[in-house]
């Protein structure tokens, strides 16, 4: 039996995990978005199994966060020789050397030039707040500038950063004010111009000759954070020179610029960081999800001359925990030592199939991504509107038939899986997602 790939032998949520999804409707709090009705119970490089003994190939991998797979033997022996040694004792007010350690080891990664220095959190959102807070203490400025389809958390201040779904901002005002958010670049996506080479002129001209001329001057603006490879908004590459812009833009009005590499860092792309692809410098990176392959950490890394605020400024007592920060080196040097290269060829192998199957099924729009970070859109064949519906179907219809798969973005099913993924599971995983398009376009 072949352990690596799935097999479903119940109904779907079979009994155990049917009694498991009843006592969590009645306990845990309704805002979580459950697409479908996975319980896990274990989980081993690509496969998840449930309570029930199905087995599941994991294309999601817990949100893009386990990077080395489920519970990679290193990581959990890192995870182990750690519990037994120190659990926690705060950085905030004593010195361990997990924290030193991963401090310089990101210092080593970033792809930032000069010094840096790192803040530790224990989440994405934790992450983007101490940006935000950085930025403004640095600058001495309010305002932030930010991008539609964005992610950037739900914590107050990164939730007024975030413009994805209104579900997420419906009902918390009053937000941060003096956030302004303007078009992404990307033809398909953007509401001023579908054209890709005058896109980010658009969205630029949008913010110089509106934002900045007739709502604020540029230099009351602190940062303009941004997403490389924008994330939730729906796996969107944005053209080379639409990041290079930003840059050049931040540069004249000295503005910081924040790289939010919370989904797209850490070898997802192919590269440590997704902003390589697109040969500039952020002044401030953030990182959580794949950095510690599922245990909590969120890290904002600033030019060391940025990041030089007094202390008692900003810290949080469990952020950086000593376990975290070995699971973290644990997994930096996992990707180092193959998984990042095994992202650039098995992310080859599933968009080129992913082409394949679009030549087959004109249901898919638009098939786009770096490394394995990689979205295929659903959109109406007669006139190319996104169709939210079908994407939905057939991320449920693939998990009836073992395969796990999220959504993001209004109309997109996103390939996120761990970076270890070999090319059996790649193959088998767009089986199921061929077949399962082809069930869910029968309706
Ligand atoms: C780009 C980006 N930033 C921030 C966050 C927030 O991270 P967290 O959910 O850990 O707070 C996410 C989560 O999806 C994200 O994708």
């Known amino acids: 039996m072949n352990e690596k790939l799935p097999r479903i032998q119940t109904s779907l949520p079979g009994p155990k995990s049917q009694a498991w999804i009843a006592r969590d409707a009645d306990k845990v709090s309704t805002s979580y978005t459950r697409s479908y009705p996975l319980v896990a119970d274990t989980g081993r490089g690509a496969v998840v199994v ?4 199905n087995r599941f190939l994991d294309f999601a991998a817990g949100i893009a966060v386990c990077s080395t797979g489920h519970c990679h033997p290193e990581v959990v022996a890192a995870i182990r020789e750690q519990a037994g040694a120190l659990i926690h004792i705060s950085g905030t007010d004593f010195y361990y050397r997990p924290q030193v350690l991963l401090a310089e080891k990101m210092a080593e990664i970033v792809p930032i030039s000069g010094d840096v220095r790192v803040y530790f959190g224990n989440s994405g959102a934790e992450a983007v707040e101490s940006a935000i807070k950085l930025a403004r203490y640095k600058t001495g400025r309010q305002h932030i500038v930010a991008f539609f389809g964005a992610f950037h958390g739900r914590t107050m201040g990164a939730l007024s950063l975030t413009a994805s779904k209104y579900v997420q901002r419906a ?30 002129v658009e969205c630029f001209q949008l913010l110089e000759d509106f934002h900045f001329s007739r709502l604020v ?4 603006v602190a940062a303009i954070i941004v997403e490389p490879v924008q994330g939730e908004g729906g796996y969107v590459v944005p053209p080379e020179k639409f990041l290079r812009r930003i840059r050049e833009l931040a540069d004249r009005h000295g ?24 040969g500039i410098e952020p002044d401030i990176i953030t990182v959580a999800k794949g950095v510690a392959s599922g245990m909590p950490l969120g890290l904002m890394i600033a030019r060391k001359e ?35 290269e095994n992202c650039r060829t098995q992310g080859e192998r599933l968009k080129s199939r992913l082409g394949e199957i679009q030549k087959k099924f004109p249901v898919i729009g638009d098939v786009r991504g770096l490394g394995l970070m990689i979205g295929a859109e659903m959109v109406h064949p007669e006139d190319g509107k996104k169709f939210p519906e079908l994407r939905d179907r057939v991320v449920e219809t ?46």
């Open 171 to 200: 009902g918390f005002s009053p937000l941060l004010s003096n956030v302004h958010h303007i078009p992404y670049a990307y033809c398909y996506r953007c509401p001023v111009n579908r054209s890709v080479e005058s896109c980010e």
């Open 306 to 340: 940025i990041m030089d605020w007094p202390p008692g400024a900003h810290a949080s007592t469990f952020g950086g925990n000593p376990i975290s920060c070995v699971a973290a080196l644990a997994t930096i040097r996992l990707l180092q030592n193959g998984y990042m």
């Open 50 to 53: 449930d309570p029930d003994g």
């Open 217 to 220: 001057p540029p230099s009351e």
């Open 398 to 443: 693939a998990f009836g038939k073992g395969l796990l798969l999220l959504g993001c973005g209004d109309n997109t099913v996103r390939f996120s899986p761990p970076l270890m993924i070999d090319s059996e599971q790649v193959d088998v995983a767009l089986d199921i997602f061929s077949s399962s398009l082809e069930e869910a376009v029968a309706g």
């Open 255 to 278: 503005i910081l610029l924040i790289a939010d590499e919370i989904q797209s860092g850490m070898g997802r792309t192919g590269k440590m960081f997704a902003i390589e692809h697109f």
